[in-house]
Structure formats: C-alpha cells, structure tokens
C-alpha cells in the first residue's frame, strides 16, 4: 500500500520527541498519521473506553503522547505548519488545523461530527497533504534543488 510507513518507524517516532527541535520528516510523520489512523488506532483504548481519543493529541506523533502533564510546547510538533499562525499558542493547538475545504477543523468536527465524519476528514486531509509534499518535493528534485 503506498503511503504506508512501517511499524520500526513508530519507535522512533515516539522516541525522538523529546527534542526540542523535531528532526522528522514531515512527509513520513503525514505517512505514519495516515497509517495509524488507517490501523484503527483512535479506537477505544482500553485503558480511557469512556473517553473518545483525541485526534493527533493521542497518536505517537504528538510530542505529548502518553505524557499528560504536556511537557513539550505545541510550537515543538511538526503539524504545528499547519495551524494558523494566530492559534499556534493554544493548548492543544493541532485542533485548529482546517481539514475540509469548508475550513472546518478538529475542534469544529468534535462538536458538529460523528467520530466516522472526524476520521474520514483526517484521511482526506492526511492524503492530500502528503500528495501535495510529494509533488513539491518532486519539482524540486526536477530543479536539482535538495
């Protein structure tokens, strides 16, 4: 399945976000998102049934993942590009990342959507940016720019 990153990567992942600055590639922590997402991993855990997961806040990409006190800023997390500049302040800040073309974003879905609409609009989202760094990376590659 193309996009698919394998599971070795999802130590590292894990591992690497404590430092401050985070030396990821974003186009393999969009992959790994994809990935997860599509393995059911905001499922319910069995640790918190009564509680839906929180997407990206519970993934491994998330710099605060399994730590609840949010030792790390939002502004350390690579999906920290994608929230508007004016909200990278905010607690749990990759809530306001628009993920359908109406503008909607996460916080916009958990009040309005069902946790099927939420993850469907994740993966379109996921899909499309992936698709748009691999055809930035593709051009640049085209004009010997590294």
Same mark, same amino acid.
């Given at each position: ?43 319910? $855990? ?12 519970? $993934? ?87």
């Amino acid at each position: 399945m193309h996009g698919v990153v394998p599971v070795s990567l999802a130590s590292s992942l894990s591992t690497e976000v404590t430092m401050a600055q985070d030396r990821r590639d974003i186009l393999d922590v969009l992959r790994f998102e994809l990935n997860f997402l599509l393995a059911g991993g905001y499922g319910r $855990s069995p640790r918190t049934p009564w509680r839906a997961p929180s997407i990206f806040e519970d $993934s491994p990409i998330c710099p605060n993942f399994s730590d609840p006190s949010h030792p790390q800023p939002c502004e350390s997390c690579l999906l920290a590009e994608f929230v508007p500049k004016a909200l990278r302040q905010e607690k749990a800040a990759c809530r306001f990342i628009e993920l359908t073309k109406q503008g909607q974003t996460l916080e916009d879905l958990y009040r309005t959507g069902s946790q099927v609409e939420i993850e469907e609009a994740l993966a379109d989202w996921l899909r499309v940016q992936i698709e748009r760094i691999e055809q930035e990376r593709a051009v640049l590659g085209e004009q010997g720019v590294a």
